[in-house]
């Protein structure tokens, strides 16, 4: 069985995977809209929560709540599950392409094996669709791909339950239940008020705007505390998250910007797109840091000065975002 | 590094004032980090690789660098607590390990059980 799935390349995996899935079932919404609707720009720094020995960078909210607060907007049920037993997240995935739904799910890039090898990490939240079954292969849509593809049977097993952090457990969703009608305008504003909250008003100091404050003040002081090697390693993790396949550049500011650049036509508001050209120019900063960073891993040299520099560079962008995303989070409270 | 056949769609304003999106193979700094995250990866596997054949750590170490795990992420594959991963990865508790285990860490590391117990092979590499 084979759905006609009309798969459309995007930046983020979560973001492209609703989109494709929407478009799907009829309903036309752009990878920058799922994401503004959904809420996804964020920021954190944190610490004492590390991975392989690096402290955690995020320049986006939690995987699954794109999709959880894009469907809760437009008032769209969705069936999400997971599962204990291999055998039956495989039997019932097969039973629902049979009724011609394609169903998305998380998995781990690491056993997804279309992926260029370079990118092969043990990440577990990554978003696909599979929407048909030639034989032992499953017909894939991996938004992050140019077009199509399939996998074997025994790969996505595996990556369906690969282990470690945040364990994908099988889970697998669809939408069953699609609104009547669908007040765009509301949904926008109701993304971006809280994007605007999350952003700048949690008072917690690693999170928002004040986590990149924070993270510029770690960051300064990294050569002098960890000594060059750990210095340069962290830096550079901090460029992946920012910069790597999944971000559309600039850790999402640009598809953010871009989302802010569709909505004004759609409500109606013109600072919002003044507000998107604003954020283009932060996230030309961050792309400024990305480059600078980049030279200093190249060189593995961390001479304190432009470890200095690029804490600055990062405090710029944070004061200019916070800028952004109060009058964003005014502008919202505005409109509800 | 990408083996230049996979492009990545980014947002962009371009020239217009209206943001599209383009697809791009990726710009420096980005290819920068992800080769100084893999090299760090071979230095590892490097590092286990010669304490294996030193005798002193258990294949488990090498397999495990080598797919990227660590002793968290085999905890899950073969049911024990990590502690217990970190045990099997000295040769007396690795000898000491049943069939039945050993399976589970052929399972996790995409190898036959027999390549896992066969030290020779890693020398060859």
């Known amino acids: ?336 | 590094m990408l083996q230049g056949k996979f492009r990545k769609l980014y947002y962009a304003t371009g020239d217009g004032a209206h943001y599209k999106g383009v697809g791009s193979v990726g710009w420096e700094p980005e290819n920068v980090v992800l080769e100084q995250a893999w090299e760090d990866i071979r230095e590892r596997v490097a590092e286990a690789r010669a304490k294996v054949i030193a005798g002193e750590a258990s294949p488990v170490l090498y397999h495990m660098e080598r797919t990227l795990m660590n002793p968290d992420i085999l905890a899950g594959h073969i049911g024990w607590p990590a502690l217990v991963v970190r045990l099997h990865l000295r040769p007396f508790f690795f000898g000491k390990l049943s069939k039945k285990t050993l399976e589970k860490y052929a399972y996790a590391f995409q190898i036959k059980p027999e390549e896992l117990i066969d030290i020779t092979k890693i020398k060859d590499q």
């Open chain 1, 1 to 336: 069985m084979q759905i006609d799935f009309p798969h459309r390349q995007s930046a983020h995996c979560e973001n492209g995977v609703v989109s494709n899935l929407m478009r799907f079932h009829g309903y036309d919404f752009s990878e920058p809209m799922v994401f503004g609707i959904g809420s996804g720009i964020f920021f954190s720094y944190i610490p004492f929560i590390k991975m392989g020995g690096i402290p955690v960078t995020s320049y986006r909210t939690l995987p699954g709540a794109i999709f959880r607060r894009f469907a809760k907007r437009i008032d769209m049920k969705v069936e999400s599950r997971s599962y204990s037993s291999e055998h039956k997240a495989m039997s019932e995935l097969d039973s629902k392409i049979a009724e011609g739904v394609p169903v998305g799910m998380l998995t781990s890039v690491y056993y997804l094996t279309y992926l260029p090898d370079a990118y092969r990490f043990h990440f577990n939240a990554h978003n696909i669709v599979v929407y048909g079954r030639e034989g032992d292969n499953y017909l894939v849509s991996d938004p992050v791909m140019e077009t199509t593809t399939t996998i074997a049977a025994a790969d996505l097993v595996r990556a369906r339950f690969a282990k470690g952090v945040a364990e994908p457990k099988g889970r697998m969703y669809y939408p069953v239940q699609f609104p009547k009608e669908i007040n765009r305008k509301d949904a926008i504003w109701r993304g971006i008020k809280r994007a605007g909250f999350d952003m700048t008003e949690i008072p917690i100091f690693i999170l928002g705007t004040k986590g990149m404050k924070y993270m510029a003040g770690r960051l300064q002081r990294w050569p002098e505390r960890l000594g060059d090697r750990k210095a340069i390693q962290y830096l550079g993790n901090v460029v992946r998250m920012q910069e790597e396949i999944g971000t559309g550049g600039a850790g999402f500011r640009f598809v953010y910007a871009a989302f802010l650049d569709e909505a004004s036509s759609i409500v109606g508001n013109t600072e919002l797109y003044d507000l998107s050209k604003e954020l283009t120019a932060s996230g030309d900063r961050l792309r400024d840091f990305a480059y600078y960073a980049g030279r200093a891993c190249k060189s593995r040299k961390t001479d304190v000065l432009s470890f200095a520099e690029l804490a600055d560079i990062l405090r710029e962008c944070a004061t200019r975002e916070d800028k952004i995303f109060r009058r964003l989070h005014q502008l919202a409270k505005d409109n509800i």
